[in-house]
């Protein structure tokens, strides 16, 4: 029984970009019911409301590294509490009518390495040892 439940696991994931390639026009976020600016804002005095949102937005940015494995938003680089508050406050300002959602993409968008790391140089390892002339065979006499 498990081992088929692995199988049906594998099966559905090998379909994954063969969806994700289908859908390039539209991307489907999994967020609060009520993700607007507006919420966002009424949030603010609200501790615990805003570390959930603060929670989400890390998970939206472990998705995104999860998808863009070339293009990290490295640990530490999001801000975190009073400071990523601030950023959504201006961008929820500078956009009322928005989803806080758009305050996430923009900071990855913001912090992501902005072009692909270039491959390492491929170091030509050789652990075999060298070869030695063979010392001549003793004489047998």
């Given amino acids: 029984m498990q081992m088929r439940m692995i199988r049906i696991v594998l099966a559905a994931l090998a379909l ?6 289908a ?3 539209q991307i489907n976020i999994l967020v609060f019911p ?3 600016c507006a919420a966002w804002s009424k949030s603010a005095n609200n501790k615990l409301i805003r570390a959930h949102f603060e929670s989400w937005i890390r998970g939206f940015v472990s998705g995104h590294n999860y998808a863009n494995p070339a293009r990290q938003v490295q640990t530490g680089k999001i801000p975190g509490g009073e400071q990523l508050y601030e950023y959504l406050d201006r961008y929820c300002v500078e956009n009322p009518n928005s989803s806080f959602v758009g305050g996430a993409i923009r900071l990855v968008e913001q912090f992501r390495e902005s072009t692909p790391p270039k ?4 170091a030509v390892k050789n652990d075999a040892p ?4 063979a ?7």
């Fill in 119 to 122: 491959p390492a140089a491929a």
């Fill in 34 to 36: 009520d993700s607007s």
């Fill in 135 to 141: 010392a001549p065979a003793p004489a047998v006499k």
């Fill in 23 to 25: 859908q390039s026009q």
């Fill in 16 to 21: 994954v970009p063969v969806i994700a390639s």
């Fill in 130 to 133: 060298r070869a030695t002339p």
